[in-house]
């Protein structure tokens, strides 16, 4: 029951009346100052957040911050400077003391049961929102309070633990005959507050007894409610201590907590809360991060729509900030003065630029780095340290790069390990299960680690000792390739892509080592040949090229040719160079005495000899791979030897041998678990069925591999395979030749700049569906890529450019064609994808 008036010093505010007297006479106030003088003094046993305030002074209006200002100042100017407290940042408090005109009470009260179809007691508010994307979250954590007394919601700062805690507390309502109760935290700077401060939120007059956690916890003995403890990371002790004594001595009390760390109770059972769900690769609108995102620019420009024209730059934007909420919505608020894609362009500045919160949120919350600032500001001085010392990776890390980067004189390896321990127990850290745990920053904590490494003068020595802790694990993995199977070795070390990207960009940089380049580059050449990143490595050896100094040891620039040599078998170097490179790294190689690595440099020559003729360099290289091969070496490598003779076959005009070879190649390879070469072996043998005139026993392959490719999620990897199966289609007059397998082929080719590749086999799409010009700039095309490449055709390749001239030669006109052809020559990527799928260039 409302009492019908609240006195303090000389003035009696009277709810019912509408009025507050000062000393027996009315007192001028406006209707807004009234109605925030009540809510304040309603609520003076804790603070009220400014938010809360507008919602009750302003309902279902949007009003400035200054307006609440104003009022407050009003008030003081009448009744005191002290009689409204500000806390910084969060809301307002009334300080003076209240008499209400009811006695104190001996003990806490029992509570009181509503009548039916009465709200419930809480203190939660009406107002919750709209909760996205966590509905799963949700009922997990109505589960596990429906069993678990101490639940503790843990998660990154700005990860949205508080609204889903309010949502949850909201959902169980009705389990809690005495109520659920919220609880902030976040204001106190003083842990001893936090009994007194629950009372107050649970509505309890304050008494000595209920200032203490134990007093408090045994008052609450009869009573069956659930609290909320909201942020409790800043006072993990005094909350654990709270939580521990409700347990003990409130035996119908429930608590749930949310914080950045776990409270490390008995019986506690801590529920980790992820990001929100991220727009699958070409999907950029199903997901809840894009849903929240969308939602916030709406509220903030009620024209915004997600269209084919944002929908890439929004999915990105989302990604781009891990699906954090807070980001999210900083970022959200920004699109009405610079629209989604100049919000996309100023990511790399996004401590910067997301700063305009929502009125009414915890200041800690106006910003992004204010969010982040707090959480680092509850790390100790070496956690401090080993976080910003992280912030180096991109990506992904495991344990003993996190060590080598870490370590100095003060903190040695074992300390990283529990510091790093500690940082994912803070949620400052995310770990990525697996047979070796792999650790991970949000992007977001990683650019304020950055910057506290830069402040703190560290930049540059601990990117060096990033590179060369990723060159170390590029040696291993290097040295470890031979013996793995395909698949196995590139599901081990895939994960280490955008940290073999960071290394890089930092040795080739000015402040960088090429030395350090040089012995990446060198290392990764079996990376970039199995991952699938041809183009990738092409551009860093183009960088790394005219600085290879000749003095190195021989050992180095030759792991350097190898690495050369591997990305030319794949077209991403010209065959005459790669040719080259591949004789370099025999020669020195021979030097270094590393019998294993001159046998693969050998068995990469046979190839790109025979793209460029140089036929005579075959059978010696061949010689020798049979001289060095041993017995005892993985299955894996000797391989390459039978590979290698068994290709020399279609050039002694022996096709069927060939195609037999490679069937054989298919069933060893499957039996010894080698997916990857199996499917390699099944390229081959697919070649022979075409250049044997088999085209649909081809396309039966190949459909039957690519199927377990695309089942895998490997389509970039083995963009190839995609690219022989849309030939042998087209080969094959297959109805499905324009279809998902050649569109597939063309996007895939295009992103690794090889979409040449499918040469001739894209004129003859264009002359089956009757469209002979656009066949004709194709052949142009075609031609002009070959001559520019100094390659050959294969024999495929080259039957099919033939039946494209004598069908072209039929239909055009010879000066026709040949201006088409010209014209041809000059088109790019996007224009050949177009004229290829049937669309104007």
């Not at 209707?31 to 003094?41: E, I, K, P, S």
């Not at 990525?432 to 977001?444: C, F, I, K, Q, V």
């Not at 290394?503 to 080592?513: F, T, V």
């Not at 190839?720 to 849309?726: D, N, R, S």
Request: proline letters at 5%; hydrophobic letters at 50%; charged letters at 20%.
């Amino acid at each position: 029951m409302t009492p019908t008036s609240y006195r303090f010093g000389r003035f009696s505010l009277q709810p019912q009346t509408r009025q507050l007297l000062a000393d027996g006479q009315p007192a001028r106030l406006g209707g807004r100052a009234f109605d925030l003088l009540l809510a304040l003094v309603e609520r003076r046993e804790r603070m009220v957040p400014r938010g809360e305030l507008f919602e009750l002074v302003w309902p279902g209006r949007v009003v400035e911050d200054q307006n609440l200002k104003v009022q407050v100042v009003a008030l003081r100017k009448l009744l005191g400077e002290a009689a409204i407290q500000t806390i910084p940042g969060r809301g307002y408090r009334f300080a003076a003391e209240v008499d209400d005109g009811a006695p104190a009470p001996m003990a806490a009260p029992p509570a009181p049961v509503p009548p039916a179809g009465a709200a419930l007691p809480t203190n939660l508010g009406a107002g919750l929102g709209t909760l996205f994307g966590r509905d799963d979250d949700l009922a997990a954590l109505c589960r596990l309070l429906a069993s678990e007394r101490l639940v503790t919601l843990c998660g990154a700062g700005g990860i949205g633990k508080t609204r889903l805690a309010r949502r949850v507390a909201r959902a169980l309502q009705g389990h809690y005959a005495d109520g659920v109760w919220l609880v902030e935290l976040a204001p106190l700077a003083d842990g001893a507050l936090a009994a007194a401060t629950t009372a107050r939120a649970l509505g309890f007059a304050p008494t000595a007894e209920r200032s203490s956690v134990e007093g408090l916890a045994r008052s609450l003995a009869a009573f069956r409610l659930l609290i909320v403890l909201d942020n409790c990371e800043h006072l993990v002790g005094a909350a654990a201590a709270l939580a521990e004594a409700l347990l003990a001595h409130a035996p119908q009390v429930s608590v749930l907590a949310t914080s950045q760390e776990a409270l490390h109770l008995p019986g506690e059972q801590v529920y980790r809360l992820g990001a929100l769900a991220l727009p699958a690769p070409g999907d950029g609108a199903d997901s809840a991060a894009v849903e929240l995102f969308v939602a916030r620019v709406r509220a903030a420009d009620a024209r915004f729509a997600l269209t084919a024209a944002n929908r890439d730059a929004v999915a990105d934007i989302c990604r781009r900030l891990d699906g954090l909420p807070l980001a999210l919505e900083l970022a959200a608020a920004r699109v009405p003065a610079l629209g989604v894609q100049g919000v996309r362009e100023r990511l790399g500045e996004r401590l910067r630029l997301l700063n305009r919160g929502a009125r009414g949120a915890p200041s800690r919350q106006q910003t992004l780095r204010g969010a982040l600032q707090w959480s680092h500001a509850l790390l100790g001085p070496d956690e401090q340290a080993v976080l910003r010392r992280l912030g180096v990776f991109a990506g992904s890390f495991g344990l003993g790069a996190a060590q080598q980067v870490c370590a100095d004189a003060q903190i040695d390896a074992w300390a990283v390990l529990d510091h790093l321990a500690a940082l994912v127990d803070k949620s400052l850290v995310l770990t990525e299960p697996g047979e070796a745990p792999r650790y991970r920053l949000l992007e977001s904590t990683r650019a304020l680690a950055l910057e506290e490494l830069q402040r703190c003068g560290e930049l540059a020595r601990c990117r060096a000792a990033h590179a060369q802790a990723i060159a170390g694990l590029m040696r291993r993995a290097c040295d470890a390739q031979p013996a793995m199977a395909g698949l196995p070795w590139i599901a081990q070390w895939l994960c280490e892509t955008d940290n073999l990207r960071e290394a890089m960009a930092w040795a080739l940089g000015e402040q960088g080592d090429v030395r350090v380049a040089a012995e990446l580059f060198s290392c990764a050449g079996a990376f970039w040949h199995l991952s699938g990143w041809i183009g990738e490595g092409v551009a860093h050896y183009r960088a790394l090229q005219p600085r290879i100094d000749p003095a190195w040891p021989a050992e180095l620039r030759g792991r350097i040719a190898l690495a050369v040599a591997r990305l030319s078998a794949f077209y991403g170097i010209d065959p005459g160079e790669g040719a080259q490179a591949a004789r370099e790294a025999v020669a020195l190689l021979r030097e270094g005495g590393n019998a294993q690595r001159l046998y693969t440099a050998l068995y990469f020559l046979t190839p790109l000899a025979e793209r460029v003729s140089s036929f005579d360099e075959i059978e010696p290289a061949l010689a020798e791979m049979r001289a060095l091969e041993q017995p005892d070496w993985p299955p894996a490598l000797r391989l390459q030897l039978r590979w290698a003779h068994a290709r020399q076959l279609p050039r002694q005009g022996r096709l069927v041998e060939y195609r037999d070879a490679f069937l054989r190649e298919v069933q060893l390879c499957s039996a010894m678990g080698d997916e990857r070469s199996a499917w390699l072996a099944a390229h081959s043998l697919a070649l022979a069925e075409l250049q044997l005139g088999r085209p649909d026993e081809a396309v039966q392959v190949l459909a039957a591999v690519v199927a377990q490719i695309r089942s895998r999620g490997m389509q970039r990897q083995f963009a190839y395979q995609i690219a022989m199966l849309a030939t042998a289609r087209i080969v094959a007059g297959d109805a499905q030749a324009e279809g998902p397998d050649l569109q597939e082929a063309v996007a895939l080719l295009r992103g690794e700049g090889a979409l040449w590749w499918l040469a001739d086999s894209l004129g003859r799409v264009a002359a089956r569906r009757g469209d002979f010009d656009a066949a004709a700039r194709l052949q142009g095309w075609a031609m002009a890529r070959t001559a520019e490449r100094g390659d050959r055709r294969g024999p495929v390749m080259q039957a099919e450019s033939e039946r494209l001239i004598a069908e072209l030669a039929l239909r055009l006109h010879p000066e026709r064609l040949r201006t088409l052809q010209a014209e041809g020559a000059a088109l790019d990527d996007a224009a050949v994808a177009a004229l290829t799928l049937g669309a104007a260039p």
